[in-house]
Structure formats: structure tokens, C-alpha cells
T-cell receptor
């Protein structure tokens, strides 16, 4: 059974600082890994999807890396803004099933 | 393109009552998912439909939860009778298919409070 862990559970940083969010998983036989953003009272929005054959994906200020062999992924958010405040969830896909971590709640202080 | 629609957005019920949630996926999406997200946890898959058929319902508490997807489009999730531990956000998601590159698109969720 796939276990996904996200550390830390919460993070508070001043505006402009770079964010580093960590995700680890136990079963390396994955199809892909996704990072989602969840705002209070809203659903999940997909930020980045990394295929198992890829090492990283970038979108604007976001960069996600994947080290499948060690079961780790890191999401970097450059030059954080108050609008980046949200919960960030990591999800790993085995076969057709997504397994989610509990998320890291980020607060960016103006 | 319209997103995944869910209703109601919020529901408060007493324990032992019944409740139903509705989901309308993105047009043309063959696969539909129901997730349960308890406060402080990641979403947990309850059931997955491929068109009309059930692909996975291994984590659905079948003694009290039921789900159906009529005509391969809309879906309803029902809880009867509800327990206190059912308090959670119920998320519906859809994807074009189940291939490795298919992205799941999530609705806003229904927040259920059981008193």
C-alpha cells in the first residue's frame, strides 16, 4: 500500500522568501506524481504533473523535482507572495489510483 | 469549459439521518471519482467509475455508503445512516480516461457536518 508523507505540516514565511515543500512516498513503482493546491472551501487545483520518467517540471515560479528511486519529490516556489497562501498536496499515482499526502499549509506574511 | 459541479456545497445533519450528494463531471469525461477528505488529511478514494461501471470501491463503507452513476454522466453518493465520523469534505473529480497522463479535475466539494 502506498504511503505518502508531507513535511512540514505547516509553514509560515515572509513575502519574497522561497518555499520548499517536501513529499516522500514508499512505493517507487509510480506512473506519475502531482502537486495540487487547495484553497479553503475549494477543490483541488493541479499545479504540476511529473511523469515517472521525468526528473522535474517547471511552471512559472513553480518547480517540482522527482527522485523516484529514493521516493522523494520537492516543490519549490520562488519569491513567495501572499496569494501563494494555501494548502499544497502531493499525490502519487500507482496504476489508476492516486494516493495523497496530508498536505503542507503555507502562510505567506505580507 | 465548465468544471466539475457539485451540490450541495454544505450540509449539516444529525447522526443516523441520510444524505445525498450530487456530481456533474466535465463533459466527455469517462472516469468519475468520489473522495472523502477528513480535516487535516489528504483525500481518500471512495469509489471510481469508468462510464457506468465501478472500477474500484474497495474503500467504500458499503454498509452505509452507496454510489451510482446513471447513464455514465452524473453521479450521486449517499450515506445512510450517517455517523459522526462521516463529517468530512466529499470531493468529486473526473478525468478523460484512466491513462497515465490523464489529469483529474476536482469539484469544489461538499462539506458535511454530522451532529
Amino acid at each position: 500500500k502506498q504511503e505518502v508523507t508531507q513535511i512540514p505540516a505547516a509553514l509560515s514565511v515572509p513575502e519574497g522568501e522561497n518555499l520548499v515543500l517536501n513529499c516522500s512516498f514508499t512505493d517507487s513503482a509510480i506512473y506519475n506524481l502531482q502537486w495540487f493546491r487547495q484553497d479553503p472551501g475549494k477543490g483541488l487545483t493541479s499545479l504540476l504533473l511529473i511523469q515517472s520518467s521525468q526528473r522535474e517540471q517547471t511552471s512559472g515560479r513553480l518547480n517540482a523535482s522527482l527522485d523516484k528511486s529514493s521516493g522523494r519529490s520537492t516543490l519549490y516556489i520562488a519569491a513567495s507572495q501572499p496569494g501563494d497562501s494555501a494548502t499544497y498536496l502531493c499525490a502519487v499515482r500507482n496504476d489508476y489510483k492516486l494516493s495523497f499526502g496530508a498536505g503542507t499549509t503555507v502562510t505567506v506574511r505580507a | 469549459e465548465a468544471g466539475v459541479a457539485q451540490s450541495p456545497r454544505y450540509k449539516i445533519i444529525e447522526k443516523r439521518q441520510s444524505v445525498a450528494f450530487w456530481c456533474n463531471p466535465i463533459s466527455g469525461h469517462a472516469t468519475l471519482y468520489w473522495y472523502q477528505q477528513i480535516l487535516g488529511q489528504g483525500p481518500k478514494l471512495l469509489i471510481q467509475f469508468q462510464n457506468n461501471g465501478v472500477v474500484d470501491d474497495s474503500q467504500l463503507p458499503k454498509d452505509r455508503f452507496s454510489a451510482e452513476r446513471l447513464k455514465g454522466v452524473d453521479s450521486t453518493l449517499k450515506i445512510q445512516p450517517a455517523k459522526l465520523e462521516d463529517s468530512a469534505v466529499y470531493l468529486c473529480a473526473s478525468s478523460l480516461d484512466t491513462g497515465p497522463t490523464d489529469t483529474q479535475y476536482f469539484g469544489p466539494g461538499t462539506r458535511l457536518t454530522v451532529l
